[in-house]
């Protein structure tokens, strides 16, 4: 090869070299630009779902609530599904206390139900989904403390209409969930059993529905599956794209002690997680009740207290094993109200 080829092989590859350096030069230009777009996006799409709650007339109310922060590296929350106020009256049909773990990234989730008899501080013993129409968030706080010796730092009070709301904006096709049975009685639509997907009225219908022999027991699981189907969809490509209009939809509905800031950074540190499952627990465990008929509140679940309190403790400390063992059944024919 001559002189004359090899500044020509030599010019050629100084040629490449500069092309291949002007494009990486471009990488972090595009990198920029994306990462503009979608902030962009989430901003705009979060902002379209408050203006869709505001537009329905959904006030958020400043309530009261005493719980301080433990500075554990851990969120516990109270987490309400409130009825529409009724004659002046608003009871929780959905009473759970989560607790985020940011150090581990676990989400648990125990859920209590609606007839347990407590001793609600200043008041008469009486079912725990009153609580919160007789003293609200505060009061229900206070109930807690006193009977399972857990503080609540915060509070999430969800109204019905938020579920419907957020479910129809992460798919308006609906949640895929596996419907267990037919239902019609005392709900304001008609459920046949099978996989199907379901709407946020439906979806909603479903979860509350208690009119068989399980009761409250069928209605606080099928509230676990609702939860566990809504955050399977979200992780879809469809419902993380449509996941910050949702998050501005429930927003709008939602009244709660926590800023937005520490609502998306728990739900960040969450979405984040490898398996992104979430433990579950229910009051009263196995075992450890029994049914009472009392003159002024009807029948109640009278609870084992040092029982349920101790092993709430270890599934929010990480100590219970096998929290489906302790999960409570329905044996025969359970009181409806």
Same mark, same amino acid.
């Given at each position: 090869m001559?002189?004359?080829?090899k500044?020509?092989d ?6 490449r070299k500069?092309?291949k350096l002007?494009?990486r ?7 920029i630009i994306?990462l503009?777009i #979608?902030i962009?996006y989430?901003?705009l ?5 408050l203006?869709?709650?505001? +537009?329905?007339g959904?006030?958020h109310?400043e309530m @009261?609530f005493n719980?301080t922060?433990n500075?554990?590296?851990k969120?516990?929350?109270l $987490?309400?599904g409130a009825d529409?106020?009724e004659?002046g009256? @608003?009871?929780t =049909?959905?009473?759970?206390?989560g ?9 648990k989730?125990?859920?209590i139900?609606?007839?347990v008899y407590v001793?609600i501080p200043?008041y008469?013993?009486y ?6 129409? $007789?003293?609200?968030?505060?009061l $229900?706080r206070?109930?807690?403390e006193t009977n399972?010796g ?8 969800v109204d019905?209409? #938020?579920?419907e709301?957020?479910?129809d ?6 949640i ?6 037919d239902m019609?009685?005392?709900?304001t639509?008609e459920?046949f059993k099978?996989e199907?997907?379901?709407?946020g009225e439906?979806l909603?219908?479903y979860a509350?529905? %208690?009119? =068989?022999s399980?009761?409250?027991?069928? %209605?606080?699981?099928?509230q676990?599956?609702?939860?566990? #189907? ?5 992780l ?11 998050m501005? @939809?429930g927003m709008?509905?939602v ?8 609502l998306y ?5 969450f979405l ?5 499952d979430?433990?579950?627990?229910? $009051?009263?465990? +196995?075992?450890s009740?029994q049914f ?8 109640v679940?009278d609870?084992d207290y040092d029982?349920?309190?101790e092993v709430l403790h270890?599934?929010?400390?990480d100590e219970?094993? =096998?929290? +489906?063992?302790?999960e409570p059944?329905?044996d025969? +024919?359970?009181?409806?109200q």
């Open positions: 001559n002189n004359e080829d500044r020509v030599k010019t050629n590859t100084t040629t500069k092309m002007r494009k030069a471009y990488i972090p230009l595009i990198l994306l503009i #979608a962009l989430i901003f799409s979060y902002q379209s779902g203006k869709t709650a505001e +537009e329905n959904v006030d109310e @009261t719980g922060d500075n554990d590296g969120k516990t929350f $987490l309400l529409r106020e004659d009256v @608003t009871r =049909d959905v009473i759970m206390l607790q985020y773990d940011y150090m581990k990234k676990d989400l989730l125990a859920s139900m609606r007839d001793d200043g008469q013993n079912k725990i989904n009153s609580v919160y129409s $007789l003293g609200g968030v505060e $229900l206070q109930t807690l399972f857990v503080q609540a730092e915060d509070y999430i009070v019905y209409q #938020a579920f709301s957020v479910v904006a992460i798919d308006d096709e609906g895929m969930i596996d419907v267990e049975k019609s009685e005392k709900i639509t459920l099978g199907q997907r379901l709407g439906d909603l219908e509350r529905f %208690r009119q =068989d399980e009761g409250d027991f069928g %209605r606080v699981r099928r676990q599956q609702v939860i566990g #189907a809504v955050k399977d969809e979200i879809t490509v469809g419902g993380v794209f449509n996941l910050p209009h949702a501005g @939809t709008g509905y009244n709660t002690s926590m800023s937005e800031a520490e950074r728990m739900a960040g540190s984040v997680r490898g398996d992104k979430i433990d579950s627990l229910t $009051l009263p465990v +196995e075992g009740y009472v008929d009392t003159y002024h509140a009807g029948s679940i609870i029982w349920n309190s270890q599934f929010l400390d219970l094993d =096998d929290p +489906e063992a302790h059944e329905a025969g +024919e359970v009181p409806q």
